[in-house]
């Protein structure tokens, strides 16, 4: 491990603890954003093509397609929302913190 931490809900590595109340859930570990580099409007032809089209809601693809922020790249943004048990297990660690943080201030 590079940086000496197993992600939640691996079984060889999860270090014990309370880790093995999520054994059997799979792993949390989500790629919900990816940005990459449009194939077709970065090559000299697509980028010429790109840079003409006029209409800025075909154009941009309601945010989906954006330039990088030096204005060089044309990019694909694509996202999803997290998976239910990450947003279940987001809860539960805010009402653990929220507990924790009333018993401390008694």
């Known amino acids: 491990?590079?940086?000496?931490?197993?992600?939640?809900?691996d079984k060889e590595y999860d270090g014990g603890g309370d880790a093995w109340q999520l054994r059997g859930s799979g792993l949390f570990l989500c790629?919900?954003?990816v940005i990459?580099?449009?194939?077709?409007f970065n090559s000299p032809e697509g980028r010429?093509?790109?840079d003409?089209?006029?209409d800025e809601s075909v154009k941009y693809h309601g945010g989906m397609i954006r330039l990088s922020p030096d204005g060089k790249v044309v990019q694909i943004h694509a996202s999803i929302?997290?998976?239910?048990k990450f947003s279940s297990l987001q809860r539960r660690?805010?009402?653990r913190a929220e507990t924790f943080a009333e018993d401390t201030i008694e």
């Open 1 to 9: 491990w590079v940086r000496e931490r197993s992600i939640v809900g």
């Open 31 to 33: 790629s919900s954003k």
């Open 36 to 40: 990459l580099e449009h194939p077709y």
């Open 48 to 50: 010429e093509e790109w």
């Open 52 to 54: 003409a089209i006029e």
């Open 81 to 84: 929302n997290l998976p239910e």
């Open 93 to 95: 660690e805010q009402q």
